[in-house]
């Protein structure tokens, strides 16, 4: 086999309290297809690093290969899209070696790679995950997501890089904090796998970052105020942002109108629901 094509599904991460570990795969996709090559390609970095970790794993002989991306997820929106190019290449390299590493494998490689695995887990899996942070290598549990919920997602124009976006963060919380954010996180994991939605209002609440990376995104209080009123269940900064997605059973297309007009900045939006199935490969 000379040529492969993954699917991958862009994704929302954080979801407001779970930060690091709760993820949900979106359906918007980006399409990697990598091709042996005679000799080897220049490539960017993101590319290189993959290549290589993909390497060092299966201990194999690096061989060249060309790549080509059709790309559906908007680049530095906090919706994924570094891990879909990285588990990509990754499942793409490890087909054409003849599957070497099974998916639970190739996910820990993608999650090394991005520096955090809240991504790289529903990119792989489909669904909601819940990445847990066992001994041995992050632990990976999923459920499928109704279609009857919607995902209502505001896109600014504006790019945000996690790297930057993860310094800002405080090094302490106080303890009272904590405590709600695992109790807000534990209320929203229940709710979606009991498909108990309206359990969620309220449950997107957070300490951990949201509170301070509005000073990236200075509409964030606002737009997630508006998407409330107009009946979402609950609105959230989509990974380290700079998209806000609103989770709503009604209305989307309302809710989407809100959010633009409260955002007074320039913007799209997307209405979609969960990807269930998580990256697929396809040999040519
Ligand atoms: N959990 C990561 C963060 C997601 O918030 O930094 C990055 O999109």
């Given amino acids: 086999m000379q040529k492969v094509?993954?699917?991958?599904?862009?994704?929302?991460?954080?979801?407001?309290?779970?930060?690091?570990?709760?993820?949900?795969?979106?359906?918007?996709?980006n399409s990697v297809t990598v091709t042996r090559a005679r000799s080897r390609q220049s490539h960017p970095r993101i590319v290189l690093e993959t290549a290589d970790g993909f390497f060092k794993q299966t201990g194999r002989r690096a061989f060249p290969f060309s790549y080509s991306i059709m790309e559906q997820v908007p680049r530095c929106r906090g919706l994924g899209g570094?891990?879909?190019?990285?588990?990509?290449?990754?499942?793409?390299?490890?087909?054409?070696?003849?599957?070497?590493?099974?998916?639970?494998?190739?996910f820990r490689v993608c999650a090394e790679l991005e520096g955090h695995p809240d991504n790289a887990a529903p990119a792989s899996f489909g669904g909601f995950t819940v990445v847990g942070s066992q001994r041995g290598g992050?632990?990976?549990?999923?459920?499928?997501?109704?279609?009857?919920?919607?995902?209502?997602?505001?896109?600014?124009?504006?790019?945000?890089?996690?790297?930057?976006?993860?310094?800002?963060?405080?090094?302490?919380?106080?303890w009272i904090e904590a405590v709600e954010n695992c109790a807000n996180a534990c209320v929203t994991t229940a709710a979606f796998a009991s498909q108990h939605y309206e359990k969620l209002r309220g449950a997107f609440s957070d300490h951990l970052h949201q509170p301070f990376r509005s000073k990236l995104i200075p509409f964030l209080p606002r737009v997630i105020a508006a998407a409330e009123k107009a009946g979402a269940l609950g609105t959230f900064l989509s990974g380290s942002g700079s998209t806000i997605a609103a989770v709503t059973l009604h209305r989307p297309q309302k809710i989407a109108a809100v959010m633009l007009a409260a955002a007074r900045a320039s913007a799209r939006t997307i209405i979609t629901h969960a990807d269930n199935h998580g990256a697929q490969t396809f040999n040519h």
């Avoid at 094509?5 to 690091?20: A, E, H, K, W, Y």
């Avoid at 879909?84 to 998916?103: C, E, P």
């Fill in 5 to 29: 094509t993954v699917r991958v599904p862009g994704s929302t991460s954080n979801l407001g309290p779970g930060f690091d570990c709760l993820g949900i795969a979106l359906r918007i996709h």
């Fill in 82 to 106: 570094s891990a879909t190019v990285r588990l990509g290449i990754l499942l793409a390299l490890n087909r054409l070696s003849g599957d070497l590493l099974h998916r639970l494998a190739v």
């Fill in 138 to 174: 992050p632990t990976v549990q999923r459920f499928n997501v109704s279609s009857r919920v919607y995902f209502v997602l505001l896109v600014p124009d504006l790019e945000i890089q996690t790297k930057p976006a993860r310094a800002i963060l405080p090094s302490k919380i106080s």
